[in-house]
T-cell receptor
Framework: QQQVKQSPQSLIVQKGGIPIINCAYE??????FPWYQQFPGKGPALLIA?????SEKKEGRFTISFNKSAKQFSLHIMDSQPGDSATYFCAALSLKAGGFKTIFGAGTRLFVKA | DTEVTQTPKHLVMGMTNKKSLKCEQH?????MYWYKQKAKKPPELMFVYSYEKLSINESVPSRFSPECPNSSLLNLHLHALQPEDSALYLC?????????????FGPGTRLTVL
């Protein structure tokens, strides 16, 4: 119940395409859902985050869609660029429970072809 | 200063060695974290310090010993490690325990145990 399932494991798109990464969770105690971007040799960096009372959030070219009833959320990258090539992790945590433990998805390795 | 720094960048040690990893942040964050990340895997939480006190130990073997000397510093003391402990060790901090705000990650220390 603590898991966050992420798919696909890897993704290749052409420049300008819209890669979509999907995540699903079971624990209804989760109330904060961040996405992290990690480049090789670097630590993860927060990209965008959403709470379950919001169905969509946009920040620049990144959009999160959230379906509370299905317990699913996804990341869309508009007009993807080669510089977006990285590993993306969805995550979930419960702020009500103290928010100490972030549960990460398995990660999606994105490659954007020039 | 919105940076978490970690030293050293790389560390090679034998199974009988004692070494320490260091992490520093000057953002005034009161929660600090140690994560372990194996190749192509998500970060795994090891320890959480909240207001310089150990709040979470995720059943980490005693050969890993964390220390938080003050609100800006976090150490991880290593002793009698095993080859399977080779990984990227990430430090992170957040404004308050669990965030809900951004969790800032350092670049990590790449540890190799021979």
């Amino acid at each position: 119940q603590q898991q966050v399932k992420q798919s696909p494991q890897s993704l290749i798109v052409q420049k300008g395409g819209i890669p979509i990464i999907n995540c699903a969770y079971e624990n209804t105690a989760f109330d904060y859902f961040p996405w992290y971007q990690q480049f090789p040799g670097k630590g993860p960096a927060l990209l965008i985050a959403i709470r379950p009372d919001v169905s969509e959030k946009k920040e620049g070219r990144f959009t999160i869609s959230f379906n509370k009833s299905a317990k699913q959320f996804s990341l869309h990258i508009m007009d993807s660029q080669p510089g977006d090539s990285a590993t993306y992790f969805c995550a979930a945590l419960s702020l009500k429970a103290g928010g100490f433990k972030t549960i990460f998805g398995a990660g999606t390795r994105l490659f954007v072809k020039a | 200063d919105t940076e978490v720094t970690q030293t050293p960048k790389h560390l090679v040690m034998g199974m009988t060695n004692k070494k320490s990893l260091k992490c520093e942040q000057h953002m005034g964050h009161r929660a600090m974290y140690w994560y372990k990340q194996k190749a192509k895997k998500p970060p795994e939480l090891m320890f959480v310090y909240s207001y310089e006190k150990l709040s979470i130990n995720e059943s980490v073997p005693s050969r890993f010993s964390p220390e938080c000397p003050n609100s800006s510093l976090l150490n991880l003391h290593l002793h009698a490690l095993q080859p399977e402990d080779s990984a990227l060790y990430l430090c992170a901090s957040s404004h308050r325990p669990g965030g809900g705000n951004e969790q800032f990650f350092g670049p990590g220390t790449r540890l190799t145990v021979l």
